[in-house]
């Protein structure tokens, strides 16, 4: 009975760290599994704010496209939740452990072509930007 006792509680726990790593896994994939994102092309992509200036503001490599999803946090990790997608646009809200999170909207034209508006926090800082982002060739 004594055993029983001190297994119990180590049941109900590991079943709890299983349950929260199945409900965490899909969010962290929902970026990949959007076909939109999935149709872009990897690569350099140069991105503009248009509304301040055609001058470019960031350049990434884009090999996961989540980082175009998560710009101003693009070096923390993060998990996503995809809140919708149809025809040539995907949203998608994302979180990043204590260092920020924010809500983006992508528009695609073409493969290489995408309007990206974002909004959220990053290390105590809000942010709300308007992107237009083109693929610039492959990675240096």
């Not at 726990?13 to 199945?22: D, N, P, R, Y």
């Not at 970026?31 to 509304?51: H, I, M, T, V, Y």
Request: a positive charge.
């Amino acid at each position: 009975m004594f055993q029983y006792k001190i297994m119990f509680p180590s049941i109900i726990m590991a079943s709890l760290l299983v349950g929260a790593l199945t409900i965490a896994t899909p969010h962290a994939a929902q970026a990949q599994d959007s076909n939109l994102l999935s149709s872009l092309k990897s690569g350099l992509w140069q991105f503009r704010e248009k509304e301040r200036s055609d001058d470019i503001v960031d350049a990434i490599c884009v090999g996961d496209i989540n980082k175009m999803i998560k710009i101003k946090n693009k070096n923390d990790s993060c998990t996503f939740k995809m809140l919708s997608e149809s025809g040539n646009s995907v949203t998608y809200d994302y979180n990043c452990a204590g260092k920020g999170k924010g809500r983006t909207t992508i528009r695609k034209e073409t493969s290489g072509l995408v309007q990206i508006s974002s909004q959220g926090i990053t290390d105590g800082q809000l942010f709300d930007f308007k992107l237009e982002a083109r693929h610039a060739g492959n990675c240096r």
